[in-house]
T-cell receptor, first 111, second 116 residues
Framework: DAKTTQPNSMESNEEEPVHLPCNHS???????IHWYRQLPSQGPEYVIH???SNVNNRMASLAIAEDRKSSTLILHRATLRDAAVYYC????????????FGAGTILRVKS | SQTIHQWPATLVQPVGSPLSLECTVE??????LYWYRQAAGRGLQLLFY??????ISSEVPQNLSASRPQDRQFILSSKKLLLSDSGFYLC???????????????FGNGTRLTVT
């Protein structure tokens, strides 16, 4: 039970921004929100994580709702290489050291 | 910088044969280590994780076992493979020294195992 809900799939045009949503209505105060992505035939790759504030790094931005019950991963300019499965995962005391993956969102990028 | 090595990249084994997959991490000490499996078209399933030498936690009952003979070495084994053991096996690590919920996992490139 990954405790997050994501759309099964999304489609984007190349060079356009992509907003990948994630709902986590039962998040606890100490749960971190992590995002990973998995390109075809590769292992998952860490993208970004946050606790309360919005976060930016070279790969993406993470926007966290004020009540923390949802978050959005933002890819500012999608490229064909961003086509992957994106996983939104909570990490906190309930799972300890473990990272529990759900089904994720399949992102398709059109040229 | 830290790196994770996993081998072999692909493996074809007959049913009933043994299995040994090895994973090593460089550039860090006392990492947490993980084995995941991804069956064809399925999600990632955590099989084992370890917080230190000789300390293994099993998540799913199966005919697989894991061992951590050295700080940065994690081995996945089976005495007799089943057809259902086919899949994509991934090793991962993150910083240890206690539970850290903001510590990302870093994955290897995986081993694609086909049991025939």
């Amino acid at each position: 039970d990954a405790k997050t809900t994501q759309p099964n799939s999304m489609e984007s045009n190349e060079e356009e921004p992509v907003h990948l949503p994630c709902n986590h209505s039962t998040i606890s105060g100490t749960d971190y929100i992590h995002w990973y992505r998995q390109l075809p035939s590769q292992g998952p790759e860490y993208v970004i994580h946050g606790l309360t504030s919005n976060v930016n790094n070279r790969m993406a931005s993470l926007a966290i709702a004020e009540d923390r019950k949802s978050s959005t991963l933002i890819l500012h300019r999608a490229t064909l290489r961003d086509a992957a499965v994106y996983y939104c995962i909570l990490r906190g005391w309930e799972y300890g050291n473990k990272l529990v993956f759900g089904a994720g969102t399949i992102l398709r990028v059109k040229s | 910088s830290q790196t994770i090595h996993q081998w072999p990249a692909t493996l074809v084994q007959p049913v009933g044969s043994p299995l040994s997959l090895e994973c090593t991490v460089e550039g860090t000490s006392n990492p947490n280590l993980y084995w995941y499996r991804q069956a064809a078209g399925r999600g990632l399933q955590l099989l084992f994780y370890s917080v230190g030498i000789g300390q293994i936690s099993s998540e799913v009952p199966q005919n697989l076992s894991a061992s951590r003979p050295q700080d940065r070495q994690f081995i996945l084994s089976s005495k007799k493979l089943l057809l259902s053991d086919s899949g994509f096996y991934l090793c991962a690590w993150n910083e240890g020294h206690g539970v850290r919920y903001n510590s990302p996992l870093h994955f290897g490139n995986g081993t694609r195992l086909t049991v025939t």
